[in-house]
Nanobody, 117 residues
Framework: QVQLVESGGGLVQAGGSLRLSCAAS????????MGWYRQAPGKQRELVAR???????NYADSVKGRFTISRDNAKNTVYLQMNSLKPEDTAAYYC???????????WGQGTQVTVSS
């Protein structure tokens, strides 16, 4: 069992930046996919960015060029750097981890990001 704890959310003006962090309770060396999802009120949860071991990161079209995902295996942490934030980026952001061996999927509790216009 891996616990994920997000941090770094908050209130920011449009055009500003935030960096989200997701700390895992155990080594993420065996985690094949780590990603960030978000869910706005009344909307479905959507993929924002993910990083698959050995592959280039994937991004939602809406955040390409503005968000950057990275992982630090030594710190068991994945980050989401968010620049040029827009009001439509307002949502609860969730960290996700997937391990192919065993088919495990883990979720964090979420961190709120609010972008004011």
């Amino acid at each position: 069992q891996v616990q994920l704890v997000e941090s770094g959310g908050g209130l920011v003006q449009a055009g500003g930046s935030l960096r989200l962090s997701c700390a895992a309770s155990k080594s993420i060396f065996a985690i094949n996919v780590m990603g960030w999802y978000r869910q706005a009120p009344g909307k479905q949860r959507e993929l924002v960015a993910r990083i698959i071991s050995g592959s280039s990161p994937n991004y939602a079209d809406s955040v390409k060029g503005r968000f950057t995902i990275s992982r630090d295996n030594a710190k068991n942490t994945v980050y989401l750097q968010m620049n040029s934030l827009k009001p439509e980026d307002t949502a609860a952001y969730y960290c996700n981890a997937q391990a192919y061996l065993g088919g495990f999927v883990y979720w964090g509790q979420g961190t709120q990001v609010t972008v004011s216009s």
